[in-house]
């Protein structure tokens, strides 16, 4: 099979696929009793809208963001919006303590934090973040509603073209694990590393394809 293009970063990747596959399905959640679809299209504006409100909310290049959810459509959205800006998303376990949100945002030096709902969204704040604070689920007082942020039906080209601008090199996320060594550690993973996984797994898949 030919190689994958020669994608600068991730970012640059999910655009680039969601012009080329903007009706197809791209995710599908269950909530509040049915299933819920996103398509490539849908998906590359709200990547776009958020980044937008994230910039205007003061997220820059280079900034440490955490992201604290279980698994929804709106975290890839959030570490994609992210990327493009090139700020470093940070997740973040949804069962971690207070002093373990602490910890990392104390150790990735964190700006700003886009959350699930209200309960993290406390927990951050004790943790002691002082920045914008996103949250998915019925933003609370003092905080952002990503909803608000993500709906801007805008064609992402703008957001598209400020991703290419940032290299192989650029922090992709810094992924903070241990084993039995105490505190978590951030692990610093750029684009080019999930990219060479990327082309070894569309390798591996090729011949499995039909047709």
């Known amino acids: ?41 849908a998906f590359a504006r709200a990547c776009a809208s958020l980044a937008r409100g994230l910039a205007a909310a003061g997220v820059q290049p280079g900034d440490r963001v955490v992201i604290s959810a279980p698994n929804r459509p709106e975290y890839p959205i959030a570490e994609v ?68 942020l993500a709906a801007d039906p805008a064609a992402p080209d703008d957001i598209a073209e400020l991703a290419a601008r940032h290299g192989p090199e650029t922090l992709a996320a810094l992924i903070y694990t241990s084993g039995t060594g105490g505190a978590p ?16 797994a569309a390798r591996l898949v090729a011949p499995l394809r039909l047709g």
């Open 185 to 200: 550690r951030g692990v610093m993973l750029p684009h080019r590393a999930i990219l060479s996984n990327c082309r070894g």
């Open 81 to 148: 919006a992210l990327m493009a800006l090139g700020a470093v998303p940070v997740p973040a376990y949804v069962t971690n303590t207070v002093a373990d949100h602490a910890h990392i945002l104390r150790d990735s030096s964190a700006r700003a934090a886009i959350v699930a709902d209200a309960r993290l969204a406390a927990a951050v704040r004790q943790a002691g973040l002082s920045g914008p604070l996103v949250v998915m689920d019925e933003p609370p007082a003092g905080t952002i509603g990503f909803a608000d």
């Open 1 to 41: 099979m030919a190689d994958l293009p020669d994608w600068p970063n991730l970012a640059v990747m999910m655009f680039d696929r969601a012009r080329d596959w903007a009706e197809r399905p791209m995710l599908r959640s269950f909530r509040a009793g049915r299933w819920r679809e996103v398509r490539w299209g």
